[in-house]
């Protein structure tokens, strides 16, 4: 979490460093700051508590000129969020500044060291403990500014993005990765810094993206150098990046959740171009054709991902079961790299992660690396950690997604999972040849059907007005809609701030029953397939006890028409990609009553889009 911006070149700084943090918002936002060294070689730092609105304002009357500086917005790990513990952090002599993402887990020994030499504190923050680490290092040793970061650097336990301005060296900035992700964007005569490139793209779509234990020093009018600890040179790649603006703004949408809703058919167009030929009747990952030998061997496939990545893990599962007939687990992340999960040679492990940072997932990826597992990721952001851990993978391409409630990278992640499990079913013959090209042509046609679907925006909307104060939701869902329900749950959760419960449907009369009277809302996935009956039951126990059923039905469905509250049509489409589809009208819900509730949808409290913190 925490986005990081730098700017060094022949510009004013200030409007580019504060355009970058509103790009980086979505990794947090409870402060935010920016340091800045003028033409009289003074570093200036301005920070305060909340959004880069009011960042903005409180530097409306200060001196922000400057063609060097670095900004940040924060979110909290060490410190409550206010102006003090926002980042950037000067040391103690005010010559240099500092801004970091991520933590530095021996903080506070290092805090104690420090002083007991005199040292004195002005944040309760890890970050500073580290920039006075450096300065202490750089006057006890009478050192430059690179060499007491690498000292320090050494010294450090942790995950950390930095980077460090020295008024007395106001042409360079130090900037250094491990396990946090930094962008170097080069420019014409001007360098650019970011936690992602997305800050950067509107300047340059050149960049390098800093590996764990590279330090770059971006000094104005010279190459790029990237060092590492012990400063060997190192010539890392300049790659070409293809994000184009219009991906990473609104497009003339009120949020960017929105948007991003809406842009589900083209993106799900995207992630199946080249992937699933219609005229061959053909899905072709090449992922499976690269490393067929370690996929078709695998014993058993083993899921690791968090939150809604997991609950796309949990359809990817259903699917290679079905299809591949070969074992899956889905594990969360953050519980497998703790609990010594058994890990065979013979495994192969998918990672599934939209922003290809969640420092768990990245973990778990390390950790059955370690034990000798094939890794296949399946992430969004290209050239993150994770696809760059893994041994292949298949990006979803859904392009950037900025609404920290994730919604196309979950149709997206659910889409390539279906395209893993057909090609693998195929290869291994588990597959008969009418039901692979019965998915195939389906899987087609999702798009279209995603087009029908959302223009129900409007009628949600209204519905959603009759529930906005709701206390409670229960989601229920069976099969491949379990994890629909799942994802309805946390949708609403999250940006509403609404207590809701997804739940197996059938699960309900062990215990969630209890909770239902005529002021809690049943969101039922009761679409035509194999287990309607059943669904259709869980609807008439909910309305027995008085509860509100909004059910999400297959088009034409007359008999849940008539028992239920509120009732929402989608074409008919296979089991196994209702969710594709099911998953649109609950993520529409979750948007509308949150905006009816006033709650600022793409930037939820508490919550960051990249969790690079375990
Ligand atoms: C929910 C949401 C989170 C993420 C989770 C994993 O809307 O966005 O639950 O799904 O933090 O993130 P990634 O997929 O980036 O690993």
């Known amino acids: 979490m925490c986005g990081i911006v730098g700017y060094i070149g022949n510009k004013e700084a200030f409007p580019i460093l504060i355009k970058g943090l509103r790009r980086l918002e979505y990794r947090g936002y409870d402060s935010a700051?920016?340091?800045?060294?003028?033409?009289?070689?003074?570093?200036?730092?301005?920070?305060?508590?909340?959004?880069?609105?009011?960042?903005?304002?409180?530097?409306?009357?200060?001196?922000?000129?400057?063609?060097?500086?670095?900004?940040?917005?924060?979110?909290?790990?060490?410190?409550?969020?206010?102006?003090?513990?926002?980042?950037?952090?000067?040391?103690?002599?005010?010559?240099?500044?500092?801004?970091?993402?991520?933590?530095?887990?021996?903080?506070?020994?290092?805090?104690?060291?420090?002083?007991?030499?005199?040292?004195?504190?002005?944040?309760?923050?890890?970050?500073?403990?580290?920039?006075?680490?450096?300065?202490?290092?750089?006057?006890?040793?009478?050192?430059?500014?690179?060499?007491?970061?690498?000292?320090?650097?050494?010294?450090?336990?942790?995950?950390?993005?930095?980077?460090?301005?020295?008024?007395?060296?106001?042409?360079?900035?130090?900037?250094?990765?491990?396990?946090?992700?930094?962008?170097?964007?080069?420019?014409?005569?001007?360098?650019?810094?970011?936690?992602?490139?997305?800050?950067?793209?509107?300047?340059?779509?050149?960049?390098?993206?800093?590996?764990?234990?590279?330090?770059?020093?971006?000094?104005?009018?010279?190459?790029?150098?990237?060092?590492?600890?012990?400063?060997?040179?190192?010539?890392?790649?300049?790659?070409?990046?293809?994000?184009?603006?219009?991906?990473?703004?609104?497009?003339?949408?009120?949020?960017?959740?929105?948007?991003?809703?809406?842009?589900?058919?083209?993106?799900?167009?995207?992630?199946?171009?080249?992937?699933?030929?219609?005229?061959?009747?053909?899905?072709?990952?090449?992922?499976?054709?690269?490393?067929?030998?370690?996929?078709?061997?695998?014993?058993?496939?083993?899921?690791?991902?968090?939150g809604t990545s997991w609950h796309a893990g949990l359809i990817g599962k259903q699917m290679i079961e079905s299809f591949c007939r070969i074992p899956v687990e889905v594990e969360y992340a953050s519980e497998f790299r703790y609990r010594n999960p058994v890990i065979c040679k013979d495994d192969v492990v998918i990672a599934i992660s939209q922003s290809g940072e969640t420092a768990d997932t990245l973990a778990a990826v390390k950790l059955a690396k370690r034990h000798g597992a094939f890794i296949y990721g399946i992430c969004n952001a290209i050239g993150s950690s994770i696809p760059r851990a893994t041994d292949t993978g298949s990006y979803i391409h859904v392009g950037p997604e900025i609404g920290v409630a994730s919604t196309k990278a979950f149709t997206g992640q659910v889409s390539v999972l279906t395209m893993l499990a057909l090609a693998l079913a195929k290869e291994r013959g588990t597959i008969s040849s009418a039901d692979y090209l019965k998915i195939v042509e389906e899987l087609h046609q999702i798009p279209n059907k995603m087009k029908e679907l959302l223009k129900l925006n409007k009628r949600i909307a209204d519905l959603s007005r009759t529930f906005t104060y709701a206390r409670d939701f229960l989601f229920l869902g069976r099969g491949y809609n379990y994890p629909v329900a799942l994802e309805g749950a946390l949708k609403l959760k999250e940006i509403s701030y609404i207590h809701a419960e997804g739940y197996p449907a059938a699960e309900m009369k062990h215990g969630p029953i209890a909770l239902i009277d005529s002021d809690m809302p049943v969101v039922v996935i009761a679409t035509h397939n194999a287990m309607y009956d059943k669904v259709l039951s869980n609807i008439q126990e909910v309305k027995a006890r008085k509860g509100k059923v909004i059910a999400i039905v297959s088009k034409g469905d007359e008999t849940i028409s008539r028992i239920a509250d509120e009732v929402i049509e989608m074409p008919a489409t296979i089991e196994c990609l209702e969710p594709l589809l099911a998953t649109i009208p609950l993520q529409l819900l979750a948007y509308h009553i949150a905006v009816c509730r006033g709650k600022d949808v793409d930037q939820p409290r508490n919550l960051a889009k990249s969790v690079t913190v375990e």
Request: charged letters at 25%; aromatic letters at 6%.
């Open 33 to 306: 700051g920016v340091a800045l060294i003028n033409d009289n070689g003074d570093l200036n730092v301005f920070k305060t508590k909340g959004k880069v609105d009011n960042l903005v304002e409180y530097c409306s009357d200060k001196n922000v000129t400057g063609n060097i500086g670095i900004a940040h917005t924060r979110w909290a790990t060490h410190g409550e969020p206010s102006s003090l513990n926002a980042h950037p952090h000067y040391s103690q002599s005010k010559n240099l500044a500092i801004i970091h993402n991520g933590i530095i887990e021996n903080y506070s020994q290092l805090r104690s060291r420090l002083q007991a030499k005199g040292i004195s504190f002005v944040s309760d923050t890890d970050t500073e403990v580290l920039v006075q680490l450096i300065e202490f290092i750089q006057e006890e040793k009478n050192i430059d500014l690179l060499t007491a970061v690498q000292l320090a650097l050494n010294e450090v336990i942790g995950a950390y993005a930095i980077a460090i301005l020295d008024h007395r060296n106001p042409d360079t900035i130090i900037a250094a990765r491990n396990q946090s992700p930094l962008v170097v964007g080069i420019g014409d005569d001007e360098y650019f810094l970011g936690s992602d490139a997305s800050p950067i793209v509107e300047y340059t779509d050149k960049v390098v993206y800093l590996e764990d234990g590279n330090i770059a020093v971006i000094k104005r009018h010279d190459d790029l150098k990237v060092v590492n600890i012990q400063n060997r040179k190192l010539y890392p790649e300049i790659q070409t990046i293809d994000i184009n603006l219009g991906q990473i703004e609104k497009g003339g949408y009120p949020h960017f959740m929105l948007k991003e809703i809406f842009e589900q058919p083209d993106c799900i167009t995207n992630c199946m171009r080249g992937r699933v030929n219609i005229d061959t009747d053909n899905v072709v990952l090449s992922a499976v054709i690269d490393y067929k030998k370690q996929l078709l061997q695998a014993k058993r496939f083993v899921i690791v991902a968090c």
